[in-house]
Structure formats: C-alpha cells, structure tokens
C-alpha cells in the first residue's frame, strides 16, 4: 500500500535561472584576429613608416608585418639591405625608388616608395603582391616585359633590345611558359600591370647610413 506524502513532506528542488546560463554564453570572447596573410598576387597595401622605419600606419592587417614592426623585418636578409638603403635615400634625399623583394615566407612584392617630409613620418610605400613566378625571368625576359608594357610592338622591341624579331618570338613564348599564361595577350596584360616600372634588383649604391 503506497503512503502518501502531505505537502510539509515534499522538499522543494533548486532550479537554476535559465537566463544566468545565457549570459555567461554570451560573455565568451570571439577568436583573436588571424594575422597570416590573405593577398593574392595583383593585391597591395600602403604602409606609412617613421625616420627609423618602424610601420606606423598600414591599410591592411591581415599580413604579417604590423604597425610597430620595422618595415623590412619579413624581408629575406638580402632584401632587406636593399629596401633599407633605398628607404634612407628616399626619407633623406627624397629620391623615389622602386624595389622588387621576397619575403621570408616566399611572397614577392614591388614597392613604391615616396617621401613624407613629416617630422614623425618619413616614407610611404605602395607594396603590390607580384606572382612568384617572375623568379623564373631572366633580366633579358624583364626587359622585355618592361618594353612590352610601355606598348611598344614586337618590331619595336627587337630594336630597342637589337635582337631579331624571332629572338623576340622566342622571349613571348618563353616568357609565357614561365609564368604559366595562355596566348600572348595574357603576356601583354601581365607586362601592363606588374612590369609597367622598372623595379631595383640590385643593390643601392647608398652613400647614406641606413636606418638602424
């Protein structure tokens, strides 16, 4: 025979307030901003750096190099000398250079740079992702894309490089399947839009002491 249980006899149960749950959830900190880089060749940023080349101010923040870092600290060493020297000259003589550089991490840039004359700001530069492929280019094959992107014509260009108009053929073809293109226009779009200045690629004959 079951007993029954009068209401004095009944413990009650402790419930906890849904909404407390909720707002503990809601308190979790999103993930940290990823700070790997998302370029892709063809993309660029601009970074504005002091009289000592340290980054402060950049367009994008998901590449490596961040405000607070010095400008070529992701560089490959060789490189690096080369942006230095060319950055001193450019901060102090306002001269305008263009460098062509590789990163630690395999990426490839040109860079534009230009002379602030600010007090705390000394140089910004135009970084534009070029394709890893132009490794493969011989200085002839870069010549020849520079002379393509200032639209000269193939007679043209044989003069300019004094060298038939078959050598010339030959850079084309080359030139094509290296950097994996399909038809010579693609060569011609390349040319236009990552060879349309001549880039540094070697080093700077810097009379000036470079930043520290």
Same mark, same amino acid.
């Given at each position: 025979?079951?007993?029954?249980?009068?209401?004095?006899?009944? /413990?009650?149960?402790?419930?906890?307030?849904?909404?407390?749950?909720?707002?503990?959830?809601?308190?979790?900190?999103?993930? $940290?901003?990823?700070?790997?880089?998302?370029?892709?060749?063809?993309?660029?940023?601009?970074?504005? +750096?002091?009289?000592?080349?340290?980054?402060?101010?950049?367009?994008?923040? %998901?590449?490596?190099?961040?405000?607070?870092?010095?400008?070529?600290?992701?560089? *490959? $060493?060789?490189?690096?000398?080369?942006?230095?020297?060319?950055?001193?000259?450019?901060? %102090? *003589?306002?001269?305008?250079?263009? =460098? /062509?550089?590789?990163?630690?991490?395999?990426?490839?840039?040109?860079?534009?740079?230009?002379?602030?004359?600010? $007090?705390?700001?000394?140089? +910004?530069?135009?970084?534009?992702?070029? $394709? %890893?492929?132009?490794?493969?280019?011989?200085?002839? /094959?870069? /010549?020849?894309?520079? *002379?393509?992107?200032?639209?000269?014509?193939? #007679?043209?260009?044989?003069?300019?490089?004094? =060298?038939?108009?078959?050598?010339?053929?030959?850079?084309?073809?080359?030139?094509?399947? #290296?950097?994996?293109?399909?038809?010579?226009?693609?060569?011609?779009?390349?040319?236009?839009?990552?060879?349309?200045?001549?880039?540094?690629?070697?080093?700077?004959?810097?009379? *000036?002491?470079?930043?520290?």
């Amino acid at each position: 025979m079951k007993r029954k249980l009068n209401d004095s006899q009944i /413990e009650p149960i402790a419930v906890q307030p849904a909404s407390k749950t909720t707002k503990k959830r809601s308190k979790s900190k999103p993930d $940290p901003k990823p700070r790997s880089g998302t370029l892709k060749p063809g993309d660029a940023f601009v970074a504005i +750096c002091d009289w000592n080349g340290i980054v402060k101010w950049l367009s994008n923040h %998901t590449i490596k190099t961040q405000v607070g870092d010095l400008g070529w600290v992701n560089m *490959l $060493p060789g490189d690096g000398e080369r942006f230095k020297q060319a950055f001193a000259r450019t901060a %102090t *003589l306002h001269e305008r250079h263009i =460098v /062509e550089i590789a990163s630690i991490d395999g990426l490839r840039y040109r860079i534009w740079m230009w002379a602030i004359g600010n $007090p705390d700001l000394a140089v +910004c530069t135009f970084n534009l992702m070029i $394709p %890893t492929e132009v490794d493969q280019l011989t200085d002839r /094959e870069r /010549e020849f894309l520079e *002379l393509l992107a200032q639209g000269l014509a193939i #007679k043209e260009i044989a003069s300019k490089l004094d =060298v038939s108009i078959n050598t010339v053929h030959a850079h084309m073809r080359n030139v094509k399947a #290296k950097l994996l293109l399909s038809s010579p226009n693609e060569v011609i779009a390349f040319a236009a839009r990552f060879f349309h200045q001549k880039a540094d690629l070697v080093p700077v004959d810097a009379t *000036l002491r470079t930043p520290q």
